[in-house]
């Protein structure tokens, strides 16, 4: 019945363009967060903003979905279970086992769509947010019930403040939780339990509906909104709800719409770049109305909070405006939100004498440029090597010394993970099977097993001792987990090694074409199609090339202007689409 609904809105309103999105790239809109979240192009989930509680500090993994709350974020991994991070206080931040479609996080409380179509809540149904509270003057609630969804099944769901709605797979919508717009009246006097409010939706068929902090809205079948509990009503056609009091709205020629009071920090979060803003709204006697020019288009929207808004434009960079006293309004530099077009980015590590510095470039942007991501790690960590596991696009780096990092949350993160057991570590590169591989001079060629948890047993184990003459600089697995590839630095060129896992043996390959390169080679990476990338430094440029090593040629080189090029290592992550769930409309 859900595929024959959703059969029949893709045929009745084909020029209404409806972004029914595959949450492999879809990021839920949040109405109350101080942080932002999004899945970049490498399916790995990327935040900014407050952090006080951990709620912009991801997991490690690949990621379909996200949505961000109160002082917690949820995110759908690619195997469809839940991860969440944050406070968890109500247990908001503790999702229950199984697969799902989507979630939505609130300010206390989470939901989910599980892939059956059935709903589940977990987090608080206490009305008392603060000891100071309104609804503690209403001595008769005692709960209101928002982590207790309704029965039946569901396409989408968003979690609010205190209450909590959800799109049917009927397309009618259903809300539980408060009924109350705000606890107190304008006078401080409570408010009957039972006034007309956010919890009390009209009928009719949607396509998306919203939860806020006070309110709710909906997108009908032909893109008009409809709000109820309060908020501003926008008019004209919309695709997606960004959320928020008043919210922003993406607009079915792709600007944006931002609505918002007329005071200044209220009205800040509305005033969306190259937009044009009236106050009050037309045709109403308050607030503020923004809309952005045709010539600044949006993909998608990601969170609203109190007093900000970020969304994806149509080059998949992300936008934020408003007010952002903890950074909520400066996404990383060079993010790039996961979309349908092909896209990937690579990871590097720049270490010099005075710092450590993990960067991205965006390798389908043209010209290349070096974007700074870990600004702020004022320790050097004297890293010589990175490499990334494509099982989960896992980032790890390693120092001089053997100690063995891992480099979170888009690079911008670094937290020790243990020893490797050696000194003077070079290189790293993982095999398909997910060992880790090192080359540490003096020690030789060594391998980090995992235990069944998928947990590195440490130290590691020699398996080609060095011999006095090799001196290693990067090593790199071939896709296959066949052949690894070694590169030497000499006084005059570079040698290139290949060590064949099965035979266990190492032959120079591609004599004469490294020899020919003088500049010392300071990292190497395979690329998915297994020709080899390069890297070496010139003055303030990095330059790199790529090799075929099947026919011994360089097919590629540039240079990228940039302070930071003394690259220690780089990684090449998965960017190939994940198995997206069901498509079902975006929140």
């Not at 961000?68 to 406070?87: E, Y």
């Not at 007329?262 to 005033?271: G, H, I, N, W």
């Not at 000194?423 to 540490?440: I, Q, T």
């Not at 430094?537 to 990228?560: M, P, Q, R, Y």
Request: hydrophobic share 30%; charged share 20%.
């Amino acid at each position: 019945m859900k595929n024959l609904i959703l059969k029949f809105y893709k045929l009745i309103l084909p020029t209404f363009k409806i972004l029914i999105l595959s949450y492999s790239f879809v990021v839920s809109a949040a109405t109350l967060s101080k942080q932002n979240c999004v899945i970049q192009a490498d399916n790995t989930a990327v935040c900014w903003g407050s952090n006080e509680d951990g709620q912009a500090m991801p997991p490690s993994g690949t990621f379909l979905q996200i949505s961000t709350g109160g002082s917690h974020s949820c995110g759908i991994r690619t195997d469809k279970s839940v991860a969440c991070w944050g406070l968890d206080e109500e247990g908001q931040s503790t999702p229950p086992s199984g697969n799902f479609l989507q979630v939505s996080t609130g300010f206390w409380h989470s939901c989910g769509v599980r892939t059956d179509n059935t709903l589940v809540c977990w987090g608080s149904n206490d009305p008392y947010w603060t000891d100071k509270d309104p609804y503690r003057e209403i001595k008769e609630v005692k709960t209101l019930g928002q982590s207790d969804p309704q029965k039946g099944t569901f396409l989408q769901i968003s979690a609010g403040g205190r209450h909590t709605c959800g799109v049917r797979t009927d397309h009618t919508v259903a809300c539980w939780g408060s009924h109350l717009a705000d606890a107190l009246n304008g006078n401080g006097v409570a408010r009957p339990v039972n006034s007309d409010s956010q919890s009390t939706p009209p009928e009719g068929e949607f396509l998306q509906v919203v939860a806020m902090k006070h309110s709710s809205c909906g997108i009908r079948p032909d893109q008009t909104v409809e709000c109820w509990g309060g908020g501003l009503i926008p008019s004209d056609s919309y695709s997606q709800a960004f959320g928020g009091w008043g919210g922003c709205w993406l607009k079915t020629d792709h600007t944006v719409a931002c609505f918002s009071g007329q005071d200044l920090p209220q009205s800040e979060k509305a005033r969306v770049p190259n937009s044009t803003c009236r106050c009050p709204v037309p045709g109403s006697n308050s607030g503020c109305a923004c809309t952005t020019d045709s010539s600044h288009t949006f993909f998608q929207p990601l969170e609203m909070g109190q007093t900000h808004a970020c969304g994806v434009r149509s080059d998949h960079t992300v936008a934020c405006w408003g007010y952002g006293p903890e950074g909520q309004t400066f996404p990383p530099q060079g993010l790039i939100a996961k979309s349908a077009d092909p896209a990937c980015l690579v990871y590097g590590v720049h270490n010099d004498t005075k710092q450590t510095q993990f960067f991205i470039a965006n390798i389908n942007a043209g010209p290349l440029e070096i974007y700074p991501r870990s600004e702020g790690l004022t320790d050097n960590l004297q890293i010589e090597a990175l490499d990334i596991d494509h099982f989960n696009n896992q980032l790890f780096a390693a120092s001089g010394e053997g100690k063995l990092y891992e480099v979170r949350n888009g690079a911008q993160a670094v937290s020790e993970v243990g020893e490797l057991g050696f000194d003077k570590v070079e290189a790293l590169s993982f095999h398909p099977d997910r060992s880790l591989w090192g080359w540490a001079q003096g020690t030789g060629l060594f391998q980090v097993e995992r235990d069944k948890d998928n947990e590195f047993k440490f130290p590691g184990t020699v398996i080609v001792p060095y011999d006095g003459t090799i001196k290693i600089k990067d090593i790199s697995w071939n896709t296959e987990g066949t052949i690894l590839y070694g590169v030497e630095n000499l006084e005059q060129g570079n040698r290139l090694w290949s060590y064949d896992q099965n035979q266990g043996e190492a032959k120079l390959i591609c004599e004469d074409l490294m020899a020919s390169l003088t500049t010392p080679i300071n990292a190497l990476e395979t690329h998915p199609d297994n020709s080899l990338i390069f890297t070496f430094t010139k003055n303030k440029k990095l330059a790199f090339g790529v090799i075929d090593v099947s026919h011994c040629e360089i097919t590629v080189t540039g240079e990228i202007a940039t302070d930071y090029n003394q690259v220690k290592g780089i990684a090449w992550p998965d960017c190939g689409k994940p198995e997206s769930v069901e498509s079902t409309p975006s929140t």
